[in-house]
T-cell receptor
Framework: QKEVEQNSGPLSVPEGAIASLNCTYSDRVSQSFFWYRQYSGKSPELIMSIYSNGDKEDGRFTAQLNKASQYVSLLIRDSQPSDSATYLCAVTNQYGNKLVFGAGTILRVKS | NAGVMQNPRHLVRRRGQEARLRCSPMKGHSHVYWYRQLPEEGLKFMVYLQKENIIDESGMPKERFSAEFPKEGPSILRIQQVVRGDSAAYFC????????????FGQGTRLTVV
């Protein structure tokens, strides 16, 4: 079992729709959870962090965390073509010494 | 406030040469992390450093790779006697607090071994 699992996609959504990205992780003692966006050939860009169960909203982005189910998700409202990228879920180990990344989900927003 | 600065952006080395990758963290950040992204693969943790200390090097290959973060100057990732399998994008990230809290990545160094 991979430590952090994501559906590789591609996930295709029309412009203006809600994109839903999901991630599961295996380490029950993980403390911190992040979503990064990575455009092709570029570096990862931090878009959301979440540390406790529930929802966290920032603009068009909402992160959701359920530690009991070991599940974290990212919702993107009013999706734009510029949101087309690979979205990386990242989880810290127990001590926070390293981030374990999922393989990423490719999102394509079609105008 | 400049972001995480990495140089060079692109580096070409012949097999057997040494590669030195530099990373200057964001102002006020004392925690530095190095990651490697192989073609068509995910990001893999290599090493976590704080000023003058290696906190976690569990992701570093046992041979040829070393990292430092001196009291003054940038963090350096050094790869000796490079092989073609070392060709990858190497990213550095920094954070103000430990535990990867709000870690921001640099633009990366793309190493090509010919």
């Amino acid at each position: 079992q991979k430590e952090v699992e994501q559906n590789s996609g591609p996930l295709s959504v029309p412009e203006g729709a809600i994109a839903s990205l999901n991630c599961t992780y295996s380490d029950r003692v993980s403390q911190s959870f992040f979503w990064y966006r990575q455009y092709s050939g570029k570096s990862p860009e931090l878009i959301m962090s979440i540390y406790s169960n529930g929802d966290k909203e920032d603009g068009r982005f909402t992160a959701q965390l359920n530690k009991a189910s070991q599940y974290v998700s990212l919702l993107i409202r009013d999706s734009q073509p510029s949101d087309s990228a690979t979205y990386l879920c990242a989880v810290t180990n127990q001590y926070g010494n390293k981030l374990v990344f999922g393989a990423g989900t490719i999102l394509r927003v079609k105008s | 406030n400049a972001g995480v600065m990495q140089n060079p952006r692109h580096l070409v080395r012949r097999r057997g040469q040494e590669a030195r990758l530099r990373c200057s963290p964001m102002k006020g950040h004392s925690h530095v992390y190095w990651y490697r992204q192989l073609p068509e693969e995910g990001l893999k943790f290599m090493v976590y450093l704080q000023k003058e200390n290696i906190i976690d090097e569990s992701g570093m290959p046992k041979e040829r790779f070393s990292a430092e973060f001196p009291k003054e100057g940038p963090s350096i990732l050094r790869i000796q006697q490079v092989v073609r399998g070392d060709s990858a994008a190497y990213f550095c990230a920094s954070s103000q607090m430990g535990s990867h809290t709000e870690a921001f990545f640099g633009q990366g160094t793309r190493l090509t071994v010919v």
